[in-house]
């Protein structure tokens, strides 16, 4: 267990980002990933512990902390959940003796011919034995763990540092010249994905401006800046458009069990139109939003909302009084909707998100 001072560093850390987790001054996926890496790797360094289990503990239950203070922001229980699976990859890897590895695994399969870089030093391969519970020495266990740790979580940190360059890498295999792709609102992946493509096709992008929100206005504004023929239009025109639309590509703010997403607010009609048209709708996204969760809410949308006067203002006294007003921030888009995702392991089909889950989390830690 933690002794007292760093138990109340500990504690002080975990609770500064719940309160900004909870006033929404940390929001998005990637950089709630970051923030929640950043106090597990502060916990994880001051941590005492003796045994597996303890250290375990420790960080399930500052992860139920920070997800109960925003649960609708999924990638935070996603950091923990893979954190907590390379805790114990490194663990058994530490204790057993080397083996040679038989496991397959889509993302290296998908992966084959196209080796990455190895940009992490090569661990040791010198073994100190590890001795949980050592009564002479309740440190041994960590002081011999932690460095390995350490090492650990700061891969998953790299990970999410270079998400958007590997995400973006083969974007000129999916966007050929000329073509007319769809996009809609302000997704920091997306925007990376058609700059790069830009570098190597000539085509032409349609945003829609995603009211109330307008993010495809900044959107729209960072293309053209980057030499992009693109056009701005308003969410009623996606169905008028979509017949000379030759792709659809969307952000998600999480990727669900079944292939499904969530989506910014609007996805599903650009989704549902792509599919009356028989267009191709193509979902880029960071591996860190793989949520083995489901959608328990109802078959449209996510249980999380924006203010509504920003639909209906309370200048319209009247009306206001006689309606109820839904401003919801994200759509779930079904997985029929969709073609591919890519991540930055590789592009998958939604019916293969399981079996990446398998792979990326236990299944221990699916409820935190």
């Known amino acids: 267990m933690a002794s007292d001072p760093q138990s109340a560093a500990n504690q002080r850390i975990v609770e500064d980002l719940v309160s900004r987790l909870r006033r929404r001054q940390v929001v998005g996926s990637r950089a709630t990933a970051l923030e929640t890496l950043l106090v597990l790797r502060q916990v994880v360094s001051k941590a005492r512990f003796s045994n597996i289990d303890q250290l375990v503990n420790v960080i399930r239950s500052v992860g139920r902390r920070l997800v109960e203070a925003q649960p609708k922001e999924h990638s935070v229980g996603n950091t923990v959940r893979k954190v907590l699976h390379h805790i114990r990859e490194e663990y058994h890897t530490a204790s057993e003796p080397p083996a040679i590895e038989t496991s397959f695994s889509i993302a290296k399969f998908v992966l084959q011919g196209q080796p990455r870089r190895q940009t992490t030093i090569p661990r040791s391969e010198t073994r100190v034995p590890l001795k949980e519970n050592d009564p002479d020495d309740p440190d041994s266990f960590a002081r011999v763990l932690k460095p390995v740790l350490m090492e650990a979580i700061q891969d998953v940190f790299d990970e999410l540092e270079t998400v958007y360059d590997n995400i973006s890498k083969n974007a000129k295999d999916h ?46 504004k960072s293309l053209s800046s980057a030499g992009i023929s693109t056009f701005l239009v308003p969410d009623s025109s996606i169905y008028a458009l979509m017949s000379r639309v030759n792709k659809v590509i969307l952000g998600a703010h999480a990727i669900l069990a079944n292939g499904g997403m969530f989506a910014t607010s609007g996805s599903l009609l650009a989704a549902t139109a792509a599919r009356s048209y028989s267009t191709p709708v193509v979902v880029c996204a960071g591996q860190f939003k793989l949520t083995p969760l489901w959608n328990l809410y109802h078959e449209y949308g996510a249980l999380d909302f924006g203010d509504p006067s920003a639909v209906l203002g309370f200048e319209e006294g009247d009306l206001v009084d006689k309606v109820d007003v839904v401003n919801p921030y994200y759509d779930y888009v079904q997985p029929e909707l969709l073609d591919v995702f890519i991540t930055n392991y590789g592009d998958h089909p939604p019916s293969s998100i399981y079996r990446l889950l398998k792979e990326t989390y236990d299944d221990e830690d699916n409820e935190l």
């Open 175 to 220: 966007i050929h010249s000329d073509e007319i792709i769809l996009t809609l609102g302000m997704s920091t992946t997306v925007q990376s994905f058609l700059k790069a493509a830009a570098h190597y096709r000539n085509y032409t992008v349609i945003v829609a401006e995603t009211a109330p929100s307008y993010g495809g206005r900044e959107m729209a």
